[in-house]
């Protein structure tokens, strides 16, 4: 289980890709979208793309020449429901 979540957290810790992300989340759109509102380049946008979608945070869909993308919006819903329940994590006092 936390294997899966430092996966995500590890594709969440670059802030190009939570950039990615925002847009991403307002609709499905094309690399060329992307690369118009960031300030990077396309193979550094192809990086990134691949890190946010081997990690399921974002899925491709090729139509024709085209790629359109999208946020996996379940796996967001995963995060912060797995941030919730560690928020609620009772204290368990230790002896030292």
């Known amino acids: ?20 992300l925002e847009l991403l989340i307002q609709g499905e ?3 060329c979208t992307l690369i118009d509102n960031l300030s990077i380049s396309q193979p550094t946008l192809s990086y990134h793309l691949k ?7 974002v899925k ?14 379940e796996v967001l819903a995963e995060i912060i429901q797995f941030l919730s329940t560690m928020k609620d994590i009772e204290v368990i006092k230790c002896n030292l």
């Not at 289980?1 to 990615?20: G, H, W």
């Not at 890190?51 to 945070?57: H, V």
């Not at 491709?60 to 919006?73: A, D, L, R």
Request: glycine share 6%.
């Open 1 to 20: 289980m936390y294997q899966k979540y430092s996966v995500l957290f590890r594709a969440l810790s670059d802030p190009n890709r939570i950039k990615i």
């Open 29 to 31: 759109t094309c690399g």
């Open 51 to 57: 890190q946010l979608s081997d990690a399921g945070l």
């Open 60 to 73: 491709s869909v090729k139509e024709g020449t085209w790629n359109h993308h999208y946020v996996q919006k």
